[in-house]
């Protein structure tokens, strides 16, 4: 049976680099802190037209060296303080950051173009964190090469270190690198500064966070084996819709909501993409789940808050600055005639507020989020704007970018497709409903794209 065979593990040292020799300790604020007890994030990209030699490892680890130089505490590892209860980025542990070469048999061709997932095989191509104490490595990266040709790259990294916007500049950074382009991080220099975070009682509240997150620190909470199973039992599915298709359903979304809004309050704009693909996708999950009670409907998304800080926060800042962001419903309105407006107008009402206030309620960020009542919960993670498949190590494009750890049923992932216009959606969701839930999704498509609006909100 096909399957990954590892040739070896190295290290991979900081490049000399006197300038940041003293820099060894990173403080995580309380947007890092957030990440604490959460499983490290498996990214893979692949490859199947790349052709590696023996040496072409060489080259990957020193690119690798250089470019965290620039990304210094990507480099260290999660570690707690007994003397001070506080945990931080050290970068004073000399040993490295770990580098997976591996060797597989596997239809690379096959697995970057099937919908479907090959969990087995995406797994076995990303490199694994041992996350159940402390310290724990922020970063290891494995680089399969394909018997038949082709190449993987997967990357291992903990939340608490950086969010997906800090994480594909990395990688686009070391992509970069490898091709020996001068302009390895175009624009400003990457910025570690937690102090540019001007939130009042910051440290108390990370203080707060860690507290509640790691209550048995040095340990954090272990990966149950149920966990474990409960993630095998899921399917996973990528979509990829294209420019036609997101416009029709953000008019469709507009039009419903002027006919069903006109009633209450008047809506200042169409849904942005983001707005009406995660209402889609809410939708669709609550009617693949055979939803339809009254009983509540949760959606769940991050927010960049580095624009809406006071005073904001560069683009260049690479620690976490997101947060969540909590959507209420409930399954009959979601399932509803009129449920896409209802949902892209509730999406859009939780965008608005973060806007107005991007820090209100964060001292209790977790325990809301950890108190929750029974009811669907929907997280939606990355955005359209997300652009892994800008990443080239000197093979090109990737021909597939996925997140890996898509752990939860009802977990939904979106990013900038691989060709110009479109936006992959990848759904995580129990495989007894995942033919369901593909057929609601594109019926969606196909009805914002073809149906008659008025003919179909007089029904409501």
């Not at 006197?18 to 498996?42: G, H, K, Y």
């Not at 420019?243 to 006109?262: F, G, Y």
């Not at 949760?298 to 809406?308: G, I, N, P, S, V």
Request: glycine letters at 6%; proline letters at 7%.
């Amino acid at each position: 049976m096909p399957g990954v065979r590892t040739v070896k593990v190295s290290r991979v040292h900081l490049a000399a680099d006197s300038n940041s020799a003293s820099e060894t300790i990173t403080p995580l604020s309380f947007f890092d802190m957030r990440w604490i007890s959460f499983q490290p994030v498996q990214n893979l990209l692949l490859y199947p037209d790349a052709h590696l030699s023996p040496s072409s490892f060489h080259s990957y680890k020193s690119s690798l060296s250089k470019t965290l130089t620039l990304f210094r505490p990507l480099a260290g590892k999660l570690a707690y303080r007994p003397a001070l209860d506080d945990v931080v980025i050290d970068c004073s542990f000399d040993d490295g950051v770990a580098f997976v070469e591996a060797l597989s048999d596997i239809d690379v061709r096959r697995i970057a173009e099937d919908d479907t997932h090959d969990t087995g095989a995406f797994l076995n191509l990303v490199p694994e964190i041992a996350a159940d104490e402390m310290p724990v490595p922020v970063l290891a990266v494995q680089v399969t090469a394909f018997v038949g040709g082709g190449a993987a790259v997967g990357v291992a990294i903990h939340h608490a270190a950086v969010d997906g916007r800090a994480f594909w500049r990395f990688v686009e950074a070391w992509a970069a690198e490898c091709r020996a382009d001068c302009r390895v991080v175009p624009g400003p220099l990457p910025s570690h500064d937690r102090a540019v975070i001007a939130v009042p009682a910051k440290d108390a509240i990370a203080k707060r966070y860690l507290s509640f997150l790691a209550p048995n620190r040095p340990k954090l909470p272990p990966t149950s084996n149920k966990s474990l199973q409960d993630r095998l039992r899921l399917t996973r599915r990528t979509f990829t819709l294209n420019a036609t298709a997101i416009q029709s359903l953000k008019q469709r979304a507009k039009l419903l909501q002027l006919l069903h809004e006109e009633r209450t309050s008047p809506l200042s704009r169409t849904p942005s993409t983001f707005e009406a693909l995660a209402a889609h996708s809410w939708i669709s999950l609550a009617l693949a789940k055979g939803l339809a009670r009254d009983r509540p409907a949760f959606l769940f998304f991050l927010a960049d808050c580095r624009a809406r800080l006071s005073p904001p926060v560069d683009a260049n800042y690479t620690g976490n600055c997101l947060r969540g962001v909590k959507v209420c419903s409930t399954e009959s309105n979601l399932t509803a005639p009129d449920g896409h407006a209802r949902a892209c107008a509730a999406i859009a009402r939780a965008v608005r507020a973060v806007e107005q206030e991007p820090v209100r309620g964060i001292e209790k960020w977790p325990e809301e989020f950890a108190s929750l009542p029974p009811g669907m919960k929907v997280n939606v993670a990355g955005s359209p704007r997300q652009a892994g498949y800008a990443t080239d190590f000197g093979w090109g494009r990737p021909r597939r970018v996925e997140l890996v750890s898509m752990n939860f049923d009802g977990e939904v992932v979106m990013c900038k497709g691989r060709d110009e216009g479109t936006v992959q959606v990848s759904v995580a969701i129990a495989a007894q409903q995942m033919e369901a839930f593909a057929e609601v999704f594109s019926r969606g498509l196909d009805t914002a794209k073809h149906s008659n609006i008025r003919a179909l909100v007089g029904k409501l």
